[in-house]
Every structure is written in structure tokens, then in C-alpha cells.
């Protein structure tokens, strides 16, 4: 297994560097993992990881692309709530990219 | 995901056998089934520390499976190494690697069986091409076996009609047999077990994202369409893929079924045992998985009372629907066990069971229960991709060939400006999009190499709608 280090502090990952265990998750393992996808966090990227987490909370699922774009659109307004936007934030995809940085495991399936 | 620099090659009229760089896919591997995973779905959790125990494992499971598959035996000893399907597939055509060349693939399998199995190779093994299993050949099929999309494409070509899915599946099946299991087919598996479905949806996750849908429908076009879930007494039940749930533009699918019951006045519901069409042990060639996948549709049409069963877009979904419900689940008509007459006391007759949701649309099409104004796609120039195993593994209507032209039929039916792709690419002769097999997620990026580089002279260099019966081609095509 694989590790990432934040802070002096050894977090676990699988082999795509995806965080083991979703409890261990905070800020600055977010802002480390996003480093490592290349993606610069802004305010616009937090809310979406904050949505994701809480979704997760909720439903122990990351939620549909569907559900996450119209949730953004609510919040956001309508020009916002559209995949295109979610890309624009998350270049490889709200899902899988999104997710990790959130701490959440990746979706499985046919994706 | 380090590995060759793959060029997509330009368009040819006439393809050409790509030139050969050997071992350049060695070194591209699926990720390997964690302890956990492997050991949630009753598999050894690892390979065992002594060589010897795995290697006697593996050979006793290959006798095994040889003595139950004939299938798998005639395809061992009727291979005369012609070579007809070595440029019909994508994984060779894409990488260059000459394992990658199905009679080569099947070859990592075939040298071991003539070492154990046959006289010659028993006696004279460098004679005729027999070798030992040893840890290397081992990790040599998980490299090549999980570079396979059992597509089955290569078949078609094949002048002795041999499968190499079935070889593949043989190979995965020995594999996870001795505690070697590949990360993303069976976690998937497990999450079905544990939850219902392979993207790991439960139910309330379905149920918040069926009435969403419900509102944008309703938004978008005015009408009350239901997502009905877990209804007793519904007339059908719907089982799709879940990424059909999930996933981005799959969910459409979902959606349109919804509109076509609707329009039809059919009542129907999907349900959270059964959330899940696809099922991924014919993936990895365990009859127990499959069984075990698929019963939890038994379990659900029982409970809910339906009359109908119906299965959403998914290639492999409508492969194990269609060739193996039968006999693993009783759905299907033509047995007299009590198993079976259970269920088909409870279903109806008159309809196909289970059937496909393209062979759905159609009949309503023809008996004029569902209008169309073709003109608003008037804007869209459509073609259609043949899913691998609807193609060929598969039929839909009641004539051979008719799971080729329902589908476009219903395009038809829809558009005005449908056009057909190259000759070489479609119907029985369709190219794989990149996605099945189970190998995927785990290599994506091999999937779109391969695919960009394998199936681009099949599609016209004008950018159409690609139309298809299945959520992994919608996933790799787009």
C-alpha cells in the first residue's frame, strides 16, 4: 500500500491514490491530493468538494454527475450548473478527479 | 500509467498489419486484487508462499476446467496457427505486441495445456512448443488475459470458430482460482454481493437520484414521467446497468426508458436488489459468480410480482440475459423444473422474457403507440455502434440478425440523417469500443489508445452522434 505525507503526518492510499480511509480526511489532505492531480484549489473547488463530502455523508455514494451539477446550479446559478463548468474545474472529470480530492473512493462500473 | 507511445495511425482504405514491437505491452499490468477483495467474494485472499502448492493449484484447475468446458478443450487442440485473426484485433492493432495477437494470447495457455494434458508435450515438450508453468508464465497471463475485451471479434474471423473469450475467461478463472484476482472486476463483484449494483448505489442514493430525474423531466418536457422503484405489482421490471444511475451521458438511457413506458402506458419499476444488469463473473469465467449475480434478478422479479422482465443498454448484461438466464435463473422459456415454472408461472407469455429494451421501443414503434417528430433531430447526422456482445453473442426479434436491425431501425424511426459506418466495422464485424471485458477502469488509458488508435478509420472523420446499446461504448467513444 501507499502513503502520502501532509504535514508530518502518514496517510494511507491505494494504488491510485485514492485516500483508504474516508475519516482521515481533512483540508490539507485535500489540498495535497489536488497538488498531485495538478488542479489549483479555489473557492469554486471547495464548494464542490464540500458538496461531494456531504453527499457522501449522507448517502455513503459520491452522487450522480447529474445530481452534483444541478446541486451546483442551485447554489451557484443556472450557467453554472452544467457539466461543461465541473470539467472546467476538475479537467479528468468531476467523478473520479473530484472524488479523490474529496477522499472518496473511486466509482466503480462502467464509468 | 507509464508505457509505448501509441500514434493513432492515419486513415487507410485499406488497413495495414501494424509493424511488430514486441513485449511493449509487458509491462502494462491491471492492478491486483487486494487480500480483502479477494477474500469478501470467497477467493484464496493471495497466492500461496510455496510455488509448488500454486502451481499444482493452477494445473488441477485447468484439468478441471477442461474436463467441464468442452468447448475449451476443442479450442486447445484445434488451433492450426494460421494467423486469420491476428490483425483483427484492437489490442494488437493499438499496441504492436505480438501477444497481443489472439492465436498468441491463447498460445500463453495452449504451450502450458500441451506440457500437462497431452502426450507429446509430456514426453518431448521442446518439440512441440510445450512448457512449464512457472511464476513467470503465471504473471505472463495476468499481463495478456487482462489485455483482452472477450470481445470476440478475432471468432468471427477464426476459420475453426475458436473463442477466444472462452480462453481468456479459462485464463482469468485459473488465475483467481490460485489467489491472483484482478483489483477491478472483483471489487465490483463484491459490491454487488454487499449492495446490489457495481457502482455500489444504495438504495436511498437511487431513490434521491430517481426523483431528480422525475423534476427535470418534468421541467424539460411538461410530463409527469415516474422512475417508479421497489413497486409491487408493477407490469415490468426494468434492470440496467447502475451506471445508468449514475454516470454522465448514461443517465439519458435512463431517462428514455422512462419516456417510452410512459408514452406507452406501461407500468413498470426498477428495484435496489436488482440495480445491477451487468455482471462481471462472465468476466472472469466463474460460473458460481454469474449465478450468484444474476439470481438477485430472480429474487427481485419474485418479490415484486412483475409480469415482464426488461433489460436496459449494456452489452455483456444482454449476453448473460439472453444466453445464460435461462438455465442460471429460470428466466426464459422452454423449461419444466419447478425452479423454473415458478417464474413462469408469474410471467406472461406473450412476451419475450427477458427482453431487450430495444426489442421494447420497436414493437411499440410498429403497433404506432409511441410518435416521433423526426425532424428535430434534423440537426444530427447518427450512426450506430455495435456493441460487441450484442453482436455477437446475442440476438434481439425472432430472426437472426435482428439484434443489428432493431437498433437501427429505432434510430431510423427517430432521425432522418442516419449513416452506416465502414463495412469492416460494423454488424458481426464491429470493433471493440475499448471497454468490455472487465479490463477497463483499471487501464483506461490503454482503452483509449487502443480505441483512438484501432477504431478511428471505422468512424466517419465528420463527427456524428454515435448511437449504441451499451454503457461502456457510450463511455470510450465519448
Redesign the interface.
Known amino acids: 500500500m501507499a502513503t502520502i505525507d501532509v504535514n508530518g503526518k502518514s496517510y494511507e492510499t491505494d494504488e491510485e491514490g485514492y485516500l483508504v480511509d474516508l475519516s482521515q480526511w481533512n483540508e490539507d489532505v485535500g489540498g495535497y491530493l489536488a497538488q498531485t492531480e495538478g488542479v489549483a484549489m479555489t473557492e469554486q473547488h471547495w464548494e464542490v468538494v464540500n458538496f461531494l463530502r456531504d453527499y457522501y455523508n449522507e448517502f455513503q455514494i459520491a452522487p450522480a454527475v447529474r445530481v452534483l451539477t444541478k446541486a451546483i446550479g442551485k447554489k451557484l446559478g443556472p450557467e453554472k450548473g452544467n457539466s461543461q463548468y465541473l470539467y472546467e474545474l476538475f479537467p479528468y472529470g468531476p467523478a473520479k478527479q473530484a472524488c479523490k480530492i474529496a477522499g472518496l473512493p473511486k466509482p466503480t462500473g462502467c464509468v | 500509467m507509464a508505457g509505448p507511445e501509441i500514434k493513432a495511425p492515419a486513415f487507410r482504405e485499406y488497413p495495414t498489419i501494424p509493424k511488430l514491437q514486441p513485449a511493449s505491452m509487458a509491462g502494462i499490468k491491471s ?1 491486483v486484487a487486494s487480500e480483502k477483495i479477494q477474500e469478501a467474494i470467497g477467493f484464496p485472499a493471495k497466492l500461496d508462499e510455496n510455488w509448488q502448492v500454486t502451481h499444482d493449484k493452477a494445473i488441477a484447475k485447468m484439468g478441471e476446467l477442461l474436463g467441464k468446458y468442452r468447448g475449451l478443450k476443442v479450442f486447445m487442440d484445434s488451433c492450426v496457427h494460421c494467423g486469420a485473426c491476428t490483425d483483427k484485433c484492437h489490442y494488437f492493432i493499438g499496441t504492436g505486441d505480438p501477444k497481443n495477437m489472439p492465436v498468441a494470447r491463447q498460445e500463453l495457455m495452449r504451450s502450458v495445456y500441451r506440457r500437462y494434458f497431452t502426450l507429446p508435450g509430456k514426453l518431448f515438450p521442446r518439440l512441440v512448443g510445450a512448457r512449464d508453468l512457472t511464476k513467470d508464465v503465471l504473471d505472463e497471463w495476468f499481463t495478456y488475459y487482462w489485455q483482452c475485451s472477450e470481445c470476440r471479434r478475432c471468432s468471427v474471423f477464426c476459420p475453426y470458430g475458436i473463442d477466444t473469450a472462452e480462453v481468456t475467461m479459462a485464463g482469468r478463472e485459473i488465475l483467481d482460482s490460485v489467489g491472483y484476482g484482478q ?2 472486476s472483483n ?2 463483484i463484491g ?1 454487488v454481493h454487499k449492495i446490489g ?6 438504495g ?2 437511487l431513490e ?2 430517481l426523483e ?2 422525475e423534476e ?1 423531466v418534468k421541467e424539460e418536457t411538461g410530463a409527469d414521467v415516474k422512475y417508479p422503484l421497489d413497486v409491487h405489482g408493477a407490469e415490468v421490471l426494468l434492470v440496467t ?3 445508468d ?4 451521458p ?2 439519458e438511457s435512463l431517462i428514455g426508458y422512462g419516456k417510452v413506458f410512459h408514452a406507452a402506458g406501461i407500468s413498470w419499476t426498477l428495484s435496489t436488489k436488482a440495480s445491477e444488469a ?1 455482471n462481471f463473473g462472465m468476466f472472469i469465467g466463474n460460473y458460481d459468480q454469474l449465478r450468484k449475480i444474476a439470481m438477485r434478478i430472480r429474487e427481485a422479479a419474485l418479490e415484486l410480482g412483475v409480469k415482464r422482465i426488461v433489460v436496459g443498454e ?1 452489452g455483456h448484461a444482454w449476453r448473460a440475459a439472453y444466453a445464460f438466464w435461462n438455465t442460471l435463473t429460470g428466466i426464459g422459456a422452454g423449461a419444466n423444473d419447478p425452479f423454473s415454472i415458478e417464474l413462469q408461472k408469474q410471467l406472461d407469455p406473450n412476451y419475450k422474457q427477458p427482453s431487450h429494451i430495444c426489442e421494447v421501443t420497436w414493437d411499440l414503434i410498429r403497433q404506432g403507440r409511441l410518435k416521433f417528430d423526426k425532424s428535430a433531430n434534423d440537426h444530427r447526422i447518427i450512426t450506430f455502434h455495435d456493441s460487441c456482445n450484442v453482436a455477437r453473442a446475442s440476438r434481439m426479434g425472432d430472426y437472426p440478425g435482428g439484434q443489428f436491425d432493431i437498433p437501427r431501425n429505432i434510430v431510423k424511426a427517430v432521425a432522418n440523417n442516419f449513416v452506416e459506418m465502414d463495412v469492416a466495422t460494423v454488424r458481426e464485424r464491429t470493433f471493440c469500443c475499448g ?1 468490455g471485458g472487465g479490463g ?3 487501464m483506461a488509458s490503454i482503452s483509449w489508445r487502443r480505441f483512438v488508435r484501432s477504431a478511428k478509420r471505422s468512424f466517419p472523420r465528420f463527427c456524428p452522434i454515435t448511437v449504441s446499446t451499451c ?2 461504448s457510450v ?1 470510450c467513444i465519448n
Not at chain 2, 197 to 202: E, I, K, T, V
Not at chain 2, 245 to 248: M, S, V
Open positions: 492492478y483489483k477491478y471489487e465490483i459490491k449494483n457495481n457502482l455500489g448505489l444504495p436511498p442514493a434521491n437520484t431528480g430525474l427535470d446497468p447502475s451506471a444511475f449514475f454516470a454522465e448514461h443517465i451487468g449494456c471497454g477497463s477502469t483499471s454503457a461502456w463511455v
